[in-house]
């Protein structure tokens, strides 16, 4: 009988991600769309953001070619999870930066987009978009200790198997006007957009995101929900590729910390490793998964004046 469970749930799983590669090669060329963490802030406040999300949204929508799975901006940089031809994504992001840094220029704002650049990188297979994804969906939940990856308002990360969200959108009777195109990006090139979905300012990004066929490469909530909260080898591999810096909360660095110091020296806990041991967790925390030094120090009770000598 337990035999019989095993092989009935192995292949339960087996046709989950089965059913997971098809929604995945549907797709064609996927792409993870990033920018600079280190450029100028580009938001400074609400308005500014909202304005980026409708932007972001109306430019999406100028191009039938391109599948949005997800994006989630910050306030100084962008990622975004996209299905599409190269060429039309590099058109999209030119036409969105360019459109951008006028709205900036109306409101008062000296930014230049200019020199605001893209990278663009082939998703590979079905385990590198889950990463992606997740990766984009948890960005502003890193940068803002009062933000989960299901409040943070910049994005499309909360409608992730989110029902609550998504009647938001459905119950929503407020609707883009021409004469907010206006008003907002001095442009006529969206008049035809006119009648969208808005959402606490702006316009709602299932709109313009394909949410149903990002989920659909994941076997079920469970497995979304672990990635983007449980899944920290997943996010630091993704971090790298990207060449972005990943930050961690201290809850998920303490997981990450217990299970190195059981997995190489045997231990259940940081207080229980030898000396060498704590100095050589210590760079891996530094090297590998970006801790800070307080972290370190907190976590290794290692004294900060050894610290110093560590990572030159």
């Known amino acids: 009988m337990r035999q019989f469970q095993e092989d009935k749930e192995r292949r339960s799983f087996q046709e989950a991600e089965s059913l997971c590669e098809y929604h995945f090669r549907r797709l064609g060329h996927c792409w993870h769309l990033y920018t ?77 987009l200019r020199s605001w650049t893209c990278q663009l990188r082939l998703i590979g297979d079905l385990k590198d978009i889950r990463s992606v994804i997740a990766y984009n969906n948890r960005n502003g939940f890193l940068v803002n200790e009062m933000e989960t990856p299901y409040t943070y308002p910049w994005g499309a990360n909360r409608f992730f198997f989110n029902r609550y969200a998504k009647r938001e959108h459905e119950r929503s009777e407020t609707r883009l006007k021409v004469r907010d195109i206006w008003t907002c990006f001095h442009t006529r090139e969206f008049d035809s957009n ?51 810096r990943i930050m961690y909360t201290d809850n998920e660095l303490y997981t990450v910390v217990v299970n190195l110091c059981r997995t190489l020296y045997g231990v259940a806990a940081p207080s ?3 000396k060498d041991g704590k100095t050589d967790i210590a760079r891996r925390m530094h090297f590998d998964y ?23």
Not at 38 to 67: H, Q, V, Y
Not at 69 to 96: P, S, Y
Not at 197 to 215: F, K, N, R, T, W
Not at 290 to 312: C, E, H, T, V, Y
Request: aromatic share 12%; proline share 3%.
């Open 194 to 244: 006119a009648g969208l979905a808005m959402i606490d300012g702006y316009v709602s990004p299932l709109e313009c995101c394909h949410i149903q066929e990002a989920e659909a490469l994941f076997r079920d909530a469970h497995h979304y929900f672990h990635a983007i909260s449980r899944d920290t080898d997943g996010q630091r591999r993704a971090a790298k590729e990207f060449g972005d």
């Open 290 to 312: 970006n801790a800070s030094d307080k972290q370190i120090i907190r976590f290794l009770k290692l004294d900060p004046g050894l610290l110093r000598g560590l990572f030159q």
């Open 272 to 274: 229980m490793l030898p």
């Open 36 to 112: 600079p963490e280190d450029f100028e802030i580009i938001f400074s406040n609400e308005d500014e953001f909202r304005a980026g999300m409708t932007l972001f949204a109306l430019c999406a929508l100028s191009f039938p070619g391109i599948k949005v799975l997800t994006f989630e901006w910050m306030n100084n940089h962008l990622h975004a999870t996209l299905a599409g031809e190269e060429e039309d994504i590099r058109l999209f992001f030119k036409k969105l930066s360019r459109l951008l840094e006028r709205y900036l220029q109306f409101k008062g704002r000296s930014v230049s």
